[in-house]
């Protein structure tokens, strides 16, 4: 391999984990306001799962390549580029590319690594944490005094969620599968876990809540849970989407929404413009980094894999059976 190639993850034409290889390509060119960073690691998300089998195609002017967030050392900057240096090491939300020992960020979307984390904590940072931000704080509004539930508490998006929730000063449940994932969440700051085999957590809710119900809720369920979480939610509540694992389309009784005032939103985060990933950003240095440098939030790393093994990696977080964060490592 020279200087001007490199390893990547490619998963053409796509489908089970078994398609992901490992190939050499060229090193991709930063645009004018971009960064080039030399990968130390990447985290493996849901998206990329997507994306590998088909569901879920990049933007038109995204990399093909998987990988939405990293940690390394910048090694080139684009001409229009200021505040960052060659050889500031840096976590980033990318547009795709991640798996891959060079990758393109747009440099607004890179965060310093905060003091006393590691690369590889920094690279556990970007995905969850924009998006539990973005979904939970701004589309949410979770004030201080709220209640919160997020379901799925044990993944990165979960713990991330709990962990600022609790800074911030909620009340936090989060639904859960086993007694292994429900201490993780409990670690976290949880004050209330679910075991969704064993509680209704519409039930668990109104107990909690004496009656009042959630004022927000997380969900990536979908399915069933969309009308429970109707249910369980407060007057004035907001439930806020960022996934599907159980299917979008669901038969729906919408009265509550207008007899409780409710909101019901979501987004995803790939499709949003450059300037909103940047605003996310900033909010995220201001108000979230000194919290991780101070250590009052921190990933939860479950796996790391190196480069080569990224079909086992994917089939871990098809398997659900991790608790927080799988990454990739891309030492040589």
Sequence with gaps: MSEQTMRHVEH??????????????????PGPQDVLVRVAYAGINRPDVFQRSGSYPPPPDASPLLGLEIAGEIVALGAE?????????????????????????????CLPVPAGLSLIEAAALPENYFTVWSNVFDRGRLQQGETFL??????????????????????VLTTVGNA?????????????????HEEDFVEVVAEFTQGNGADVILDMV??????????????????????????SRVEL??????????????????????????????ALREQVWPLLEQGRCHPVIHATFPLAEAAEAHRLMESSQHIGKIMLDLAP
């Excluded at 399915?223 to 599907?244: M, T, W």
């Design 253 to 282: 009784d919408t009265s509550p929404i207008m007899r409780k005032r409710l909101t019901f939103t979501g987004s995803t985060l790939r499709p949003r413009s450059r300037a909103d990933k940047a605003a996310i950003a900033a």
């Design 222 to 247: 979908g399915g069933d849970y969309i009308p429970r979480n109707v249910k369980s939610l407060a007057i004035e509540g907001r439930l806020v989407q960022i996934a599907f694992l159980k299917g």
């Design 150 to 171: 997020v379901h799925g508490g044990s993944s990165g998006i979960g713990l991330t969620a709990i962990q600022l929730a609790k800074q911030f000063g909620a009340r």
């Design 180 to 196: 292994e994932k429900a201490e993780a969440c409990r670690r976290a700051g949880a004050d209330r876990v679910i075991h969704y």
């Design 12 to 29: 053409r034409p796509g489908g089970g984990a078994e398609c992901l290889r490992v190939a050499e390509g060229p090193v991709p060119e």
């Design 81 to 109: 580029v200021s505040g960052w240096a060659v050889g500031d090491q840096v976590c980033a939300l990318t547009p795709g590319g991640g798996y891959a020992e060079y990758c393109v960020a747009p440099a607004e979307h």
